[in-house]
């Protein structure tokens, strides 16, 4: 199969000619028909977040049942299907709780083993991670679920519990954070919008936010504050960091009015990974505080009811789609900011191609 594949951090990310995934028994290799390119491959590129070298990056996906083990019973080939991107060992008390997004012994395509910017990638504990894909819903969309869509979604939904009517200000607006204002416009919550990209904020405005904050210096969340609190009569009901920093952390947390919700999305690495946070705020002011890690299979139904109820469009969220040969000039372009919207890959292997059971 021909697969993205970069050597060292920082590297060049080269298409090369790889075999293809061996089936685990208890899982399935997947076809894929498109890929997500998200600012969490790129922080692996990084060094942020260490992987095995050589490596295949890629989490979001969506395609085909190529393989099925001879462990599956749910499964068969053909089948169109998408995944989390933690994929639960399905046996541990977390998992059978409903909370594989930590468990111990979770996998991560894209990260503990290679990922989808190729043509097959494998999927472990198919019975209790693979999710059918609707036919209304195309792949390149359902990729846009992958990750972003559905974090943004259960931490708006699972973890904040935004009602009708509440405001919600949602910091970042890359993938996740578009994701995050698409959902909170359909609740029917008022969305404040906050970026350092005038473009970010003018898509965050179609996509259902009422108002718009720019951010002028990311380091200093003093402003921000100020803009946001400005807006609302005592603060804001949910905050969401959808970017990832310690002074975007302290801006949200400023942001809230009594009793308020935070809730952590974006990734924080080096010191922002032991970032400040106002206590004696959270304290006074009974503040709450979660961290939302992705999504378990379980709860896709209730995502793809949302989506399919009308209330969501996928296509909103797809800023371009692209050929695997230049998915590594999307990671690059990554360096200097974001593109509009959700990069998709499209390996292209078409018909499809079934490798047996």
Excluded: K
């Amino acid at each position: 199969m021909r697969a993205a594949v970069y050597d060292s951090v920082r590297g060049d990310i080269e298409i090369r000619s790889l075999p293809v995934p061996v089936c685990p028994p208890d899982g399935v290799v997947v076809e894929v028909r498109a890929t997500g390119v998200c600012r969490s491959d790129w922080h692996a590129w990084q060094g942020h977040d260490p992987v095995a070298l050589p490596h295949v990056p890629g989490h979001e996906f969506a395609g085909v049942v190529s393989a099925v083990g001879p462990e599956v019973t749910h499964w068969s080939v053909g089948d169109r299907v998408t995944a989390p991107f933690v994929l639960g060992c399905g046996r541990c008390g977390l998992c059978q709780a409903g909370d594989p997004q930590v468990c111990p012994g979770q996998t991560q395509p894209g990260f503990t083993y290679h990922g989808s910017f190729a043509e097959f990638v494998a999927v472990n504990a198919a019975d209790f991670n693979l999710v059918a894909l609707p036919e209304p819903i195309a792949f390149e969309s359902a990729a846009a679920l992958g990750c972003r869509f559905a974090t943004a979604f259960r931490a708006l939904t699972g973890h904040a519990r935004l009602l009708p009517g509440e405001t919600v200000a949602i910091f970042g607006c890359g993938g996740v954070g578009l994701s995050g204002v698409m959902i909170a416009s359909a609740i029917g919550a008022r969305v404040i919008a906050v970026d350092v990209s005038a473009g970010a904020l003018e898509r965050a405005r179609r996509m259902g936010a009422r108002d718009t904050v720019l951010v002028d210096d990311p380091a200093d969340p003093g402003p921000v504050t100020e803009a946001v609190r400005a807006l609302t009569e005592d603060g804001a009901h949910v905050t969401m960091d959808a970017s990832g920093s310690e002074a975007t952390v302290q801006a949200c947390v400023g942001s809230l009015r009594r009793r308020g919700r935070h809730v952590q999305v974006g990734l924080l690495f080096g010191a922002d990974a032991r970032c400040r946070v106002p206590m004696d705020r959270v304290l006074a002011w009974e503040l709450r505080i979660h961290g939302s890690h992705g999504i378990a299979a379980r709860d896709y139904a209730g995502l793809l009811r949302f989506v399919e109820a009308g209330s969501i469009d996928l296509d909103d969220l797809v800023g371009r789609t692209i050929p695997l040969e230049v998915a590594g000039d999307a990671l690059r372009r990554m360096n200097t900011g974001s593109d509009p919207g959700i990069t998709i890959i499209t390996p292209g292997t078409s018909p499809p191609r079934s490798l047996g059971t």
